[in-house]
């Protein structure tokens, strides 16, 4: 057997075999974590939590202090520079817990969503503290804190 055949792995070779393929995974894990379709510039402008929208879609009603009794609530972000047909993931937290999450399509390079938390059965939020983020799987675009109250 001739011993040319097997020098890929002999003397320098693998080291410059090894430098390339770590390269080259680098160079994709920093692919991977532009945030897949979006374009760097995407942002959310605004975003707020309110109990309803106007004729408009404009927030009506925004507060960090919701009373208690209301049975749904609105998040509502302005957005620009996205790639059309791209999706951004809302997530609804009660407290620690995960109660909802919904992916959102965006249709248009810029705009604006809405999205409502709101229990099957009718009956009001629950008292306490919420969360709801806006996300892609690589970077958190927007996250808002408020609370269900009891009126004193």
Do not use: H
Request: aromatic content about 12%; some cysteine.
């Amino acid at each position: 057997m001739d011993k040319r055949n097997f020098d890929l792995f002999s003397g320098s070779k693998p080291l410059i075999f090894l430098g390339a393929l770590v390269v080259l995974l680098i160079l994709l894990s920093a692919w991977s974590l532009r945030g897949g379709t979006f374009v760097k510039s995407f942002r959310i402008e605004n975003a707020v939590v309110c109990q309803e929208l106007d004729e408009n879609r404009q927030p009506l009603n925004v507060r960090q202090n919701v009373p208690y009794g209301s049975r749904q609530i609105c998040l509502w972000f302005k957005y620009s520079s996205a790639s059309e047909g791209s999706r951004v993931q809302v997530s609804w937290r009660y407290g620690k817990d995960l109660v909802l999450t919904e992916s959102l399509k965006l249709m248009t390079k810029d705009g604006v969503r809405a999205f409502y938390l709101l229990r099957e059965d009718g009956t009001p939020l629950p008292v306490g503290a919420y969360t709801v983020t806006v996300s892609t799987p690589a970077k958190k675009w927007s996250e808002i804190k408020f609370n269900v109250v009891r009126r004193k």
